[in-house]
C-alpha cells in the first residue's frame, strides 16, 4: 500500500515520478485543516492552467464560496489533450462494455480527443459557445461522454438528463437549463427493453416553453428515429464537423447543471464549477480510490447521475486512467456474473458501484458461483455509495471477494466523496455500517436540533462546516434563494446534508439515513437503519425497508419490507415472525415493529435508492406523488395494498 502523494508534488505523480509523501490519513487532514489554503494550492498543481491561481478560496461572500478566483484553465484539455501531449495517446481512455448490444470498444486518448474536437465542432457549427447550455439526454454510449467533454472544450454548460425520463420532466429541466441545442439519441436499452427517447424527446421540447434551436439525434440500430425540420444528425454532423480547439474559462465559471430528483415542484440545479471539480476529482482519484494513469476503474452507474459525471467520466480521465462505461444491469444482461466479467477482461482495479447492485447480485447468485467463473484477480477494491451499505452486505461482498470493501458517503451537491476509506493514502480499519472518516476539506459534525454537538455515539443532523472544499455546489442555477433555504438555513455557518446519523469516539461517521427516516414511536427516536440492519442481517434476507407509518396511539410505528433471497422457499410467514422476533431481540421491545412483510421486489430510483418516502406517503393514506426517477412504476403498483393495509 503506498502513502499519498503530498498535493504539492501531484505532478510528479501524475507522471509516475517518485513522489515526495506525506504520511498517513491523519497528517494528510490535518493539513488539510491547518493550512487549507496552501493543501488546495498545492493540489491544484495537479491540473493544467491556462492561467495559475495565486489563492484558494474567495471568502468575501459567505456562504457563497468560489474556489481559484483568479485562475483560468479548461477541463476537456486536462481530461484528454494534456494527456495525448504528455505521450500516452496510445492508452486507453475509455471502454465501452454493452452487454445488452453485444459491442465492445475501446477510445485510446488521441481517438476520444478527437472524436471529443470534432462534437465540439459540430456544437460551434449550431451556434453553441462559452456559457450556453446543452441538455444531454442519451443512454449509457460512449457519445454521452464525447457530447459532455465537447461542451466543456468549448465553454459550454452541459446538463445531462437521465435518458428515458418522462417527456413532462424533462420539459420541466429544458425551462429551467434553456439549451440552444440538445443532444440525445434515437433510443436506450434498459434490460431486455428498446426505449424510444425521440417521441420523449419530441413530447418534452412540445411541452417546454423555452424551446432549443437543435436537436443533435445518434440513431442507432436498435430503433431509428424518424427526423424533424430542427434535428440533425449524428453521424452526418461529424463527417462534415471541423474540430474545435480548447477554450480557457474561470475557475469558477459553470462546467454543468445536475439537477437533483424532486417528487413534486421545480427540481433544484445543482451547479458545479469547473476549477474547484477538476482540482478536488484529481485529488480524489489516487488518494481515495488509489487509481493512477493507466490503472482500470469501472464505475457501474449512469451518466446521468452524479457518480457518472464525477467517476466515469471526469476524474478518470483527469487521472490518467482508463474508465469502463457500461451499458447493462448487474443481473440480467444476461446474469450475475456481468460484473465480473468486465472486471476480467478489462483488468479492473477498482470497482465502484451502489450497494443495491450488489444486493440485486447476492438476490441472484448467493453463493458467488459466478465470480469463479472469471480471472478476477486484478479487482484491489470494491467501493459502494448510493445508500447506506448494510453490514450484512458488506460482509457478504468481503468474504466472497476477500478484498477491502469501502463504503463511502457523498452527494449530488458534494459532487465526491465527504466520508470515505481513503485507500490510496492509508487502508483504515473497516468498521461495518461506517464509511469511515471525513476526506480533506470536509469537517463533519453531528448537532442536535438546537444547533448545538452531540457527544460521540448519539444520534443527530449530520452537517459541514463551511467553507465546503472544491468540488462542492457553490450555489443552484439561478436560485441563490433556495440554495440558502434548502441547505444553509437550518444551522448558521453549516452545510445541512439531510442525512442523521452519529459520530463514533475514533472519529468514524454512521449515516442512518435521511432525517425524515427517523421515526418517533411513543416519544421515542428511532432510526430505520438500525431495523434494516437487524433484517438484513437474516440469511433469508436479501434486502429490505423499515418505514414509519402514523399510529393513532404511538405517533409512528415501523413496518418492514423484505425481499428474499433466490431459492428460499419458506413459508412467509414464518420468515416474518423470526425478523419480528430478531428486532425484538436486538433492538427491543421500544421499537415496536410487528409487522414484516415479504415482498417480490421493493421500488426504487434508477441509481437504486430505496423510495422509502413514496412508501411511507402511500402506507399513510398520502397521495404520494411518482417520482420522475422511479425505475418501475410496475413495483409500486404491486406494492400498494401491502403498504395501505393496516
Known amino acids: 500500500m503506498r502513502s499519498a502523494p503530498h498535493p504539492a508534488y501531484c505532478d510528479e505523480a501524475l507522471e509516475g515520478e517518485e513522489a515526495i509523501t506525506m504520511g498517513e490519513y491523519e497528517d494528510v487532514f490535518r493539513a488539510s485543516t491547518d493550512d487549507p489554503e496552501g493543501f488546495w494550492l498545492g493540489a491544484a498543481q495537479a491540473i493544467d492552467w491556462h492561467v495559475a491561481p495565486t489563492r484558494a478560496l474567495d471568502a468575501s461572500r459567505p ?8 485562475g483560468e ?6 481530461a484528454l489533450d494534456r494527456h495525448v501531449d504528455g505521450g500516452r495517446g496510445d492508452q486507453a481512455a475509455l471502454i465501452y462494455d454493452s452487454p445488452v448490444t453485444g459491442t465492445r470498444r475501446t477510445y485510446t486518448y488521441a481517438q476520444l480527443r478527437d472524436e471529443v474536437a470534432r462534437f465540439a465542432g459540430v456544437l460551434t457549427g449550431l451556434d453553441v459557445g462559452r456559457g450556453d447550455r446543452v441538455v444531454i439526454y442519451m443512454p449509457m454510449v460512449p457519445e454521452a461522454a464525447i457530447a459532455m467533454l465537447a461542451c466543456a472544450r468549448i465553454g459550454a454548460v452541459h446538463s445531462v438528463v437521465f435518458g428515458g425520463f418522462a417527456p413532462k420532466e424533462l420539459a420541466v429541466r429544458i425551462d429551467d437549463a434553456a439549451p440552444s441545442v440538445i443532444v440525445s439519441a434515437s433510443c436506450g436499452i434498459e434490460g431486455k427493453r428498446v426505449i424510444e427517447y425521440k417521441p420523449l424527446l419530441d413530447k418534452a421540447i412540445e411541452l417546454a416553453a423555452r424551446k432549443p434551436a437543435k436537436r443533435v439525434i445518434l440513431q442507432r440500430p436498435q430503433a431509428e428515429a424518424t427526423m424533424g425540420a430542427d434535428d440533425v444528425d449524428w453521424a452526418e454532423a461529424m463527417a462534415s464537423a471541423t474540430p474545435a480547439g480548447c477554450v480557457p474559462v474561470r475557475a469558477t465559471d459553470p462546467l454543468y447543471i445536475l439537477y ?3 417528487t413534486t415542484g421545480k427540481p433544484k440545479g445543482v451547479v458545479r464549477d469547473g476549477g474547484g471539480y477538476a482540482v478536488a476529482l484529481s485529488w480524489s ?9 493507466g490503472e482500470t476503474i469501472f464505475t457501474a452507474s449512469d451518466v446521468g447521475w452524479v457518480v457518472g459525471h464525477s467517476y466515469i467520466v471526469y476524474a478518470p480521465l483527469l487521472a490518467g486512467a482508463t474508465t469502463v462505461l457500461y451499458e447493462g444491469k448487474p443481473v440480467g444482461t444476461p446474469d450475475a456474473g456481468q460484473f465480473w466479467r468486465v472486471v476480467a477482461e478489462h483488468g479492473v482495479k477498482s470497482l465502484f458501484t451502489a450497494p443495491t447492485a450488489f444486493r440485486a447480485i447476492k438476490k441472484e447468485d448467493p453463493d458467488g458461483e459466478f465470480t469463479r467463473k472469471h480471472d478476477i484477480s486484478s479487482l484491489r477494491y470494491l467501493f459502494l455509495a448510493g445508500e447506506r451499505l448494510d453490514p450484512e452486505t458488506q ?7 476477500g478484498i477491502p470493501v469501502i463504503d463511502h458517503w ?6 465526491w466523496p465527504i466520508v470515505a476509506n481513503p485507500a490510496g493514502i492509508e487502508l ?4 461495518p455500517g461506517s464509511p469511515t472518516k471525513p476526506l480533506p476539506g470536509w469537517d463533519v459534525q453531528v448537532l442536535d436540533p438546537s444547533g448545538a454537538p452531540v457527544p460521540p455515539g448519539t444520534d443527530g443532523a449530520i452537517v459541514v462546516k463551511l467553507p465546503m472544499p472544491p468540488g462542492s455546489l457553490p450555489t443552484l442555477w439561478n436560485d441563490d434563494e433556495r440554495f440558502m433555504a434548502s441547505y444553509m438555513s437550518a444551522f448558521d455557518g453549516y452545510y445541512l446534508t439531510g442525512d442523521g446519523g452519529r459520530l463514533d469516539e475514533d472519529g468514524y461517521v454512521y449515516v442512518m439515513g435521511r432525517t425524515d427516516d427517523v421515526i418517533n414511536v411513543a416519544g421515542h427516536r428511532l432510526s430505520t437503519g438500525g431495523m434494516e440492519e437487524v433484517l438484513a442481517s437474516h440469511p433469508d434476507v436479501a434486502e429490505c425497508a423499515v418505514i414509519g407509518v402514523a399510529d393513532a396511539l404511538k ?6 419490507f423484505v425481499v428474499l433471497k433466490a431459492g428460499v422457499e419458506r413459508d412467509e410467514d414464518e420468515v416474518a415472525a423470526e425478523l419480528v422476533r430478531l428486532v425484538r431481540d436486538q433492538v427491543g421491545a421500544v421499537a415496536s415493529l410487528r409487522e414484516v412483510a415479504v415482498v417480490a421486489a421493493l421500488p426504487k430510483t434508477r441509481s437504486g435508492k430505496i423510495l422509502r418516502k413514496t412508501m411511507r406517503g402511500i402506507a399513510d393514506g398520502v397521495d404520494e406523488p411518482v417520482p420522475s426517477t422511479i425505475e418501475s412504476v410496475e413495483v409500486l403498483d404491486a406494492l400498494r395494498p401491502v403498504l395501505r393495509r393496516g
Request: charged fraction near 15%.
Open 395 to 401: 460482509r457478504w461482498a468481503s468474504e466472497l471477494l
Open 260 to 262: 437533483t430528483s424532486g
Open 428 to 431: 483504515l480499519p473497516i468498521k
Open 285 to 293: 482519484m489516487p488518494n481515495v480510490y488509489d487509481v493512477g494513469v
Open 73 to 78: 484553465l479548461n477541463v476537456c484539455h486536462n
Open 555 to 560: 405517533g409512528q410505528v415501523p413496518r418492514g
Open 410 to 415: 457523498w452527494q449530488t451537491e458534494t459532487g
Open 63 to 70: 456562504p457563497f464560496y468560489r474556489w481559484f478566483p483568479d
